[in-house]
């Protein structure tokens, strides 16, 4: 404050002011209503205000307004961009048009992320190892009611004995990231050539199959790493604006 006395603490998002702290008015806090702001009162004051129950509209351009008392009426303020982020409820999905594969077919595949915002970026790895530009097919993300998205992005390589471990297994893996908090997703995949024998040696042209099951009875093993938040999940944000003497 620089020698001067707090007047106001005053905040806005897009224009609008929301939350107000006066300390020489009775009560010296108080509300605005302004769409996508919900102000927790109690725990809010002149140096923080504390947001609960966000929601897609909450996102947006916030403003912190420092004024003093006079004679000076020094008025300072800082702005910053807010955004909402809503993960996938679960890990992606991987889909195959064909369930028998021998080593030299084209094996095709899908990763499918649940609805997000922003959209998850996809990507795909085989023993984990990514695979090249060429092999990916990056398909529109699809626009789901409530503003979420949906991202698809397909795998098309000819298979490969490189692609398998002595045992005759192809570890497939799909991961699905979520904005610049790296909420991540992912799918494993272990693609296994029929009738492989025990010593390792498995028969070069025997049949691949891809089973999407999971549970005790899947016919290839799958593990997924689940993201432990709800589809409309809601984040409780603090803003800080610091006063200093």
Not at 1 to 13: A, F, I, P, R
Not at 19 to 41: C, I, M, S, Y
Not at 129 to 149: A, C, F, M, R
Request: glycine share 6%.
């Amino acid at each position: 404050m620089e020698g001067d006395t707090l007047y106001s603490v005053k905040w806005y998002k897009g224009g609008k002011e929301f939350f107000r702290v006066v300390p020489k008015d009775n009560p010296p806090a108080q509300t605005f209503n302004v769409e996508g702001v919900q102000v927790n009162l109690a725990a809010s004051d002149q140096n923080q205000v504390v947001l609960e129950n966000l929601n897609l509209k909450s996102e947006g351009r916030y403003k912190c307004e420092v004024s003093a008392e006079s004679p000076n009426f020094q008025t300072v303020y800082d702005v910053a961009e807010m955004s909402v982020v809503v993960p996938p409820r679960d890990s992606p999905v991987i889909t195959s048009p064909k369930t028998v594969y021998r080593i030299g077919e084209e094996f095709m595949a899908n990763c499918s992320s649940f609805p997000s915002r922003p959209p998850a970026t996809i990507t795909w790895t085989i023993a984990d190892k990514p695979v090249t530009k060429e092999e990916l097919t990056q398909y529109p993300s699809t626009l789901i009611d409530g503003g979420l998205e949906a991202s698809v992005v397909g795998l098309h390589l000819k298979l490969r004995d490189a692609h398998f471990d002595r045992k005759g297994k192809m570890k497939l893996t799909c991961t699905a990231s979520v904005g610049r908090m790296r909420i991540d997703g992912r799918t494993v995949v272990n693609i296994s050539i029929a009738d492989a024998s025990i010593n390792g040696d498995y028969p070069r042209q025997r049949s691949l199959t891809l089973d999407s099951r999971s549970g005790a009875n899947a016919g290839i093993w799958q593990k997924s790493e689940f993201w432990r938040f709800c589809p409309a999940i809601l984040f409780v944000v603090t803003l800080m604006c610091q006063t200093f003497g």
